[in-house]
């Protein structure tokens, strides 16, 4: 699916790999940003972007969301679920105020599979749509210092495959996003090597265009056999 003439929502778009994807995608496309910061919303509409506020976390920023979509944007062709928050913490033996898991759980997962319940019915009026999910390899396997955040991603894995089948004879087609780690602000505080979100997007953006279910960097396509078939090297891998 050619990535061009067509109008694209992305959760999460006014920072990080969201930011840097609608900027790459903003020449050929009508691009519109979903977040809740109304600062950077409005850095947004300066820079050109449509913009809708809306906190994923909250059930009638959604529904508002979804209407806004369906009056002002009934051509929507494209979503990309981008949106996501990390608490690193030791699930174990931290005190962590008790909404944090919820709202890890809410923005990074029911948030956006209620958003694409409510914007299927827009998708599925376009000769051809896209839904692209981003997860992460700790779906896969998670990380001992972020366990929700693993579980999370692993719920919009699950998802996102089953999302597929259920979708499988109409022209809407869904896609998993798996980044590595990249240098946003998520991962400021994180010291390995990090990819930037323009090498990123340059790379990630044919296989979109190509058709790929998959939409990843080489490294992590290995990863999910290693978590499969090797979880103790996996286990190493991740608490490095």
Not at 19 to 26: F, H, I, P, V
Not at 86 to 106: A, C, H
Not at 107 to 117: R, W
């Amino acid at each position: 699916m050619k990535l061009t003439n067509k109008t694209i929502l992305i959760t999460g778009g006014t920072s990080g790999i969201g930011n840097t994807l609608a900027q790459a995608l903003q020449k050929h496309n009508k691009v519109i940003l979903l977040g809740k910061d109304p600062v950077k919303l409005e850095k947004a509409r300066q820079q050109g972007f449509l913009t809708i506020p809306c906190d994923l976390s909250k059930q009638e920023d959604i529904e508002k969301a979804a209407i806004t979509v369906q009056n002002d944007y009934p051509d929507l062709a494209v979503l990309f679920n981008n949106a996501g928050v990390q608490y690193n913490y030791l699930f174990t033996s931290s005190v962590m105020p008790l909404d944090k898991i919820g709202q890890e759980m809410d923005i990074n997962f029911t948030g956006q599979a209620v958003l694409t319940q409510l914007l299927i019915p827009v998708l599925m009026t376009k000769e051809q749509a896209l839904i692209v999910n981003t997860t992460s390899g700790l779906a896969y396997f998670p990380k001992l210092n972020g366990l929700v955040y693993s579980a999370s991603k692993a719920a919009l894995r699950s998802f996102t495959t089953g999302l597929r089948y259920a979708l499988c004879d109409s022209n809407v087609k869904v896609v998993e996003f798996i980044p590595p780690v990249t240098a946003t602000n998520m991962t400021a505080d994180r010291d390995e090597n990090k990819m930037t979100p323009q090498e990123l997007i340059r790379i990630i953006l044919p296989q979109l265009e190509k058709g790929r279910k998959v939409v990843t960097t080489g490294k992590l396509r290995l990863f999910p056999w290693i978590a499969f078939l090797f979880p103790g090297l996996a286990h190493k891998i991740l608490s490095k």
